[in-house]
């Protein structure tokens, strides 16, 4: 009889476990949707990954993809002479455009709009970011900064930006710097093939179908302001995300991406780099104190100097640089733009890094140089070759 009723339990046991399981399920469909989603899209191009082992590798991927890429190379002392590989289609881009922000926020402190030593609550910033969308990222970013108490100077925020890769800094400063004056960032700088920076906030909101936002307006600074001002529609948002994720799997995250992600050029970022290295004035010397690195002797490599700005994200891999070298005078700049990259390439590139070996490689090493121009066949475009920019 007892083991007739350890059998009856253990059968009762088993069916709720079963009900159990099939509850969160049935709660959290979406999220096991989504699992299964990213599980297959990482299997997206894996053979194709396995082939990426050199930057020789990652420049036939360029060659046998043209539509999805794009790579500019030259020698400001010389733009004639540069690798041009569909240097002019626009394309969505990650990170980058943070390129633009910066130069809008030295503009502004030159121009005495700001002042880098403004106290800015802490708390100020945490509006910015929400479960999901940023919030980790942003207590990284401020463990990197010394414990100042609750507030800190604005040039930290910049630096919260610069180190930490902070979204609540992108964000804030975006916002301090107006959306009229973003929309004139391009023009005001000469690259017009440019998009300026959006609120990473608002855009990824903007991807979402929340109660909380039914009726609101979708646009991304209208989304950012509405969600930092309002303290019940932020508590309402990060409870949803907390309870339920972004319910967006790569291949999704991917799609609105490469819709809505600010577009530029490789030719144009090229420009904007050009104009950051070789400017005299007192904004071209606070562009260079942000980006450029000295080098130490000990990596035994021909660059003196170096700056880079890149981004990685579904669908998307961006590289902008350029360097001074220990071998000539001179600047040599280099810009890689792809967009619709298999989940598994992008991965892999991820891990790797192999774009930004690639491009290391085409800044420091001329042979190499010369060859990449040699396999992707490019020319100088009309307004590189007559000093495209200003």
Partial sequence: MAGI????????????????????????RDTFGVMLDNLRAMREGRALAETLRSPQDLLAYLLD????????????????????????????????????????????????ELDPDEPIARQALDRYVLPSLGAQVHTHALSLLPDTGDTLPLWQVVQLLLEGNDPAAHDYLLLRLGQASLATLPERFGVPTLEPPRPLL??????????????????????????????????????????????????????????????GTAQGYAALLRRIATDSSAWGRTMRGYLERTLPDTLQTSLKVLAVESGLFPGLVSVAAYARRHDRPGVRVAVLLMDAVPMAVLYHLAQTRLEQGLVLQLLGDDAF????????????????ATGMGR
């Avoid at 009856?8 to 079963?18: E, F, N, P, S, Y």
């Avoid at 609101?216 to 989304?223: I, S, V």
């Fill in 5 to 28: 009723n350890l059998k009856r339990h253990l059968l009762i046991a088993t069916g709720l476990l079963v009900v159990a399981i099939g509850v969160v399920v049935l709660r959290y």
């Fill in 65 to 112: 993809h043209p539509t999805q890429a794009s790579l500019v190379v030259f020698d400001v002392t010389a733009p004639d002479s540069g690798l041009y590989f569909q240097p002019e289609v626009a394309r969505p881009v990650a990170g980058l455009p943070r390129l633009l922000l910066l130069a809008g926020y030295a503009e502004a402190v030159a121009q005495g």
């Fill in 202 to 263: 608002g855009l990824f909101l903007s991807w979402h179908a929340m109660p909380a936002l039914e009726g609101r307006r979708t646009e991304p600074f209208a989304l950012t302001q509405a969600v930092v001002r309002d303290a019940r529609l932020h508590d309402a948002l990060a409870t949803h995300l907390e309870q339920q994720g972004s319910g967006l799997s790569l291949w999704d995250q991917r799609d609105r991406a490469q819709a809505t992600y600010p577009r």
């Fill in 369 to 384: 140089f010369e060859q990449a121009r040699g396999r992707l066949h490019t020319t100088a475009p009309l307004a590189q």
